[in-house]
C-alpha cells in the first residue's frame, strides 16, 4: 500500500475506535446523570430522544429526561443505579448498545435489588457528537420481551439480528 | 523517526487498541446472550472451549454454551447476569480478562442475588476474530481459589503473573 | 493537510485512545486486586494517594491500599465488589473516572448489598503509567455528598464542571 492508503486506512479505523469509545461513555454517563440529579441530564441525549421503560409512559424529548434526574435529586432515599459492562456495536453515524442494568434502594437501612432490566440503546451521531435518540428498558422477569432485547444486541455483534 | 517508521508503529498501535475493545465487546456478549437465550451465543466461543463453573461439570464446546442459552430461554422466572468492568490484558493474539460477576433471580417478586462469583476468560484471536477459549468462574465463598483467580488477573496488568 | 500534519494528528489520537482504555483498565483493577487480596495491590496507586471513605479515616499510601487487600485476604466470608461501567473523562496526564459502585457481602448463605456508593477517582499518568492519585467514595443513602461527585463526574464529560 502507498502511504496515503496506510494513513487513510488508520484515519478511518482511529475514527471507529474513538466512535465506541465515546458511544460507551454517553451510555456511562446515563446513571451518574440520573443518581446525581445533574442538571444538564438531557445533554446526553438528542432533543427528539424516546426512553421507554415499561414502568411507564415513555419519556419524550430532554427536558423529561432533565426532570427524572431532578426528581431523583429530590428523592431523601438512597438510589444507585449499576450498568453491567454493555455490548457496543457501532455502524458508521450510528451505534447500538446492549445490556442489562439494574437499581439499589435503600430501605430500612438496607439495599434492595429493585429492578433487573434488559437495556437497547440506540445512538446518533449529530454534529460530531454521539447521543442518544432511544433507550428501551425491560424488566428481566421471565417472560420474552426483555430476553428478545438482549439476544437481538448480542446478535448483532456477529452479523445476526 | 521516518515516515514509515512511524505508520508502522501506529499501525501496530492500533490493532493493540482494537484488540482491546474487541476482546471486551466479546466478553460483554456473554450476558446478554445468555440472558437473551441467544441460538447463537456459542458463537462468541471457541469450538473446543471450556466453561469450568464450580457447580457443575465443564461445558465443553459451541454447542454446551447454546444449551445453556436455551435453557434459559425456557425458564419462567427472571434472571439478569452483571459483569463488573473487567480487567482486559491482550498479549498479541491472547487476552486474559478478569473480573467479578453475579447473578440477579426473581423470587417472589424480589430480585435476590443468585451468585458472587470470580473469573478468569482467556482469548485466542482465530482467523481476526476473538473467541473464549476458557471461563473460569468460582463462587467468592470467603475461600481462597476465587480470590487467587482475581490478584492473578489483576497482577498480569502490572507484570505479576 | 501535509503526511506530516496528518501523522501528527494520528499519534496524538492514538496516545488518546490508549490513554482512556489505560485509565479504565487501572480502575478496573481494584476489585479484582483488592477482592483477590493481591500483594501488589498498591501498584496501581500513586505513592502519595488518598482513598477517601465515608466509612473510615482515609488511607493514604500505598501500604494502606495493600493492608486492606492483605486484610479482605484473611477474611472467611464471602466478599465482592462490583464496578458499574464507569465515565472516563482524559485530560492529558491526568484523568477523573467516574461511576457508581457497590459490595456484595455473604451472610448466612444469603449474599446482601452491603455498600452502594457514588466514585470519583483522580488519576496521574507518570513516566508513562496510570496511577490513582485519589479515591472519594461516598454512601448512595439519600443525601446529596454522594449525588453531587456523580453528577460532577457526568457534567466533565459535556464541558459541565
Known amino acids: 500500500m502507498t502511504v496515503e492508503d496506510r494513513l487513510a486506512a488508520l484515519e478511518a479505523t482511529v475514527v471507529h475506535l474513538q466512535d465506541q469509545l465515546d458511544v460507551l461513555r454517553v451510555v456511562a454517563s446515563y446513571a451518574p446523570s440520573i443518581d446525581g440529579g445533574m442538571k444538564g441530564a438531557g445533554l446526553f441525549w438528542a432533543e427528539d430522544c424516546v426512553y421507554d ?3 411507564d409512559d415513555p419519556l419524550r424529548g430532554r427536558a423529561a429526561i ?3 434526574a431532578e426528581r431523583i435529586r429530590g ?10 459492562f454493555p455490548v457496543a456495536v457501532v455502524d458508521g453515524d450510528r451505534a447500538i448498545v446492549t445490556g442489562e442494568s439494574n437499581t439499589f ?3 430500612d437501612d438496607q439495599y434492595v435489588v429493585h429492578r ?3 437495556n437497547r440503546w ?3 451521531k449529530v454534529d460530531g457528537r454521539w447521543l442518544v435518540t432511544s433507550r428501551i428498558n425491560r424488566l428481566l422477569d421471565g417472560t420474552d420481551e426483555a430476553r428478545a432485547l438482549l439476544r437481538r444486541g448480542a446478535g448483532s455483534g456477529v452479523g445476526q439480528d
Open 53 to 55: 421503560s415499561d414502568n
Open 66 to 68: 432533565e426532570a427524572l
Open 75 to 84: 428523592l431523601e432515599v438512597g438510589i444507585g443505579h449499576n450498568v453491567s
Open 105 to 107: 434502594v435503600k430501605v
Open 116 to 118: 433487573v432490566s434488559a
Open 122 to 124: 440506540e445512538l446518533e
